[in-house]
């Protein structure tokens, strides 16, 4: 008792210490050293960082209580006195107790909810009758207000990974509710391969400026509004497109044969070419299309 009382005397403090880091939980760095099972390659952030951590943890945990039991057992055979013998057994125990709490902890949450275990440190939007944009002038929030016809909700950074700012002309993003869920499940699939992704472009968009505006419907007010979306992935590497796809394949279902389903890789010039050409990608080498040379590599999702 005396040692698990002395375990929470130090590990209070350093809890304590942690709490302004989450502050700064959105901001990416590039780690000097990255460890393979914590980062995958570039830029990360705390929100994608500490998943990682805990499932390294738990390895550590578990390699240091393998070398405790063979440390015990050793001690066990190697002595004939009673009292090192219990020290012994003490050891063993202790060491499985400690295995036992850390993968039992992990794997109770996530069999309750995989959610619970999806740590999401990104602070949503405020939310209020109207906002205010960078040039002071107040702007609609509602998606009434904004022609959304199809029961559009605001996009929460929380549940919906997008871009702090530019995805789309109003202080807030839309999506219908339908095409929101959807990427619910799309972010929970991308989130367990710690892949980094985000919205780039949303409903609305600005007539004047915005190249998406008279490129697709769903950018415009009217029925079909808040009917799609522009995502991208933070690292473009053949890996993270083809879970892309596949993440996307299995909530949408595949291009056209279901609620009008409809997924596009834009991609143009050489990176096209060995997109395609690439084995690994073959079976969704059609999905890799040139929509616009002057659209950034990305995906373009409507639903339904």
């Known amino acids: 008792m005396k040692k698990l009382w002395l375990s929470f005397k130090y590990i209070l403090p350093l809890s304590i210490l942690l709490v302004p880091v989450l502050v700064f939980a959105q901001s990416d760095y590039t780690p000097l ?10 830029k990360t952030n705390l929100d994608t960082f500490l998943p990682g951590l805990i499932k390294f943890v738990i390895g550590v945990a578990g390699g240091l209580a393998v070398i405790r039991i063979i440390i015990g057992g ?7 006195s009673f009292s090192s013998k219990g020290q012994a057994r003490e050891t063993i125990t202790n060491a499985l107790l400690g295995l036992l709490l850390a993968i039992s902890a992990y794997a109770i949450l996530y069999t309750l909810n995989p959610k619970l275990v999806n740590i999401n440190l990104q602070l949503p939007n405020q939310k209020s009758g109207k ?7 107040i702007a609609p929030s509602t998606p009434e207000a904004l022609g959304c016809k199809n029961d559009c909700e605001v996009i929460d950074p929380r549940v919906v990974p997008v871009n702090e700012s530019g995805a789309c002309s109003n202080p807030r993003c839309y ?4 095409l929101y869920n959807k990427l619910s499940l799309m972010n929970d699939k991308l989130r367990q391969k710690n892949i980094d992704w985000r919205v780039t472009v949303a409903y609305p968009q600005d007539q004047a400026t915005s190249q998406y505006y008279n490129r697709y419907l769903c950018y415009k007010p009217g029925d079909k509004a808040g009917t799609c979306v522009d995502v991208a992935l933070t690292s473009a590497l053949k890996a993270y497109i083809k879970e892309l796809l596949i993440a996307a394949e299995s909530v949408f279902g595949k291009n056209g044969t279901t609620n009008n389903t409809h997924f596009v890789y834009n991609v143009c010039g ?12 073959s079976a969704y080498k059609n999905e890799f299309q040139c929509v616009s040379n002057t659209i950034p590599e990305s995906m ?3 639903y339904p």
């Open 33 to 42: 050293a990255p460890i393979q099972q914590l980062v995958s390659g570039g």
């Open 175 to 178: 999506a219908s509710t339908d």
């Open 74 to 80: 050793i001690q066990y055979i190697g002595t004939d």
């Open 300 to 302: 373009h999702i409507t």
């Open 131 to 137: 906002d205010i944009n960078p040039d002071g002038i």
């Open 270 to 281: 050489a990176r096209r070419t060995e997109l395609q050409s690439d084995a690994n990608l």
